[in-house]
Structure formats: C-alpha cells, structure tokens
C-alpha cells in the first residue's frame, strides 16, 4: 500500500503560478501511473493530468494544456504539477492519485490510493 501527500497549494493571483508536489511512502511510486484530480465546490472531480511510471508518458486535460505541466521525480518518490498562467476558474482542491492501470486512466474510479488534497486558490 502507498501513502500520498500533496503539498504545495496556495492563493495565488491569476496569471501567477504554483508548483503542487505529491510525496509518496509505503511503497516506490514507480509501481504506479500517477494522476492529478482536482475538485470545486459543487462539482464533480475533475481529471487533470497523468503521467506513466517512467515519466516518458502524459497526458493532460484540454482545460490546462499549454498552461499545466505534470513531471515526477521517482528517485525522490515524487510527483509534481506545474501550474502556470492561472486562472479563478483553476481554483479547486487538487489530489494525486496512484493507480495499477497501464490505460490513460482519465476516472478517478480507476485509481487505488489517494492523497487528502491542498488547496489552491486563484484570485480574479
């Protein structure tokens, strides 16, 4: 089993960036494809990003190509999300998210363990 913690969230203006981290323990996060979710109040989660075990592969939402970038780290056990050029309808709270898949898992239903989430928030 893996444990995840996301940190790294924040109030930012828009057009201003933030860098998320997720750390994982238990277990190398190298096991796993990793995801990126993210939830506003009153709606449903919404997937983010996606990066495959060995970071060769990723896959991003329309709503954020170009502007959100997702990497890892897997001798830090590590993974992150770039934000750039941010924008108010960005605001959410964002979790990582692991999973055994080796599809482009875009459900968050396919994914096994999750962090508790950190906030971001993006003033107008």
């Known amino acids: 089993q893996v444990q995840l913690v996301e940190s790294g969230g924040g109030l930012v203006q828009a057009g201003g960036s933030l860098r998320l981290s997720c750390a994982g323990s238990?277990?190398?996060?190298?096991?796993?494809?990793m995801g990126w979710f993210r939830q506003a109040p009153g709606l449903e989660r919404e997937f983010v990003a996606r990066i495959s075990r060995s970071g060769a592969n990723t896959y991003l939402a329309d709503s954020v190509k170009g502007r959100f970038t997702i990497s890892r780290d897997n001798a830090k056990n590590t993974v992150f999300l770039q934000m750039n050029s941010l924008k108010p309808e960005d605001t959410a709270v964002y979790y990582c998210a692991a999973t055994t898949s080796y599809t482009t898992a875009v459900v968050g239903s396919m994914y096994n363990y999750w962090g508790q989430g950190t906030q971001v928030t993006v003033s107008s």
């Open positions: 238990g277990r190398a996060l190298s096991n796993y494809a």
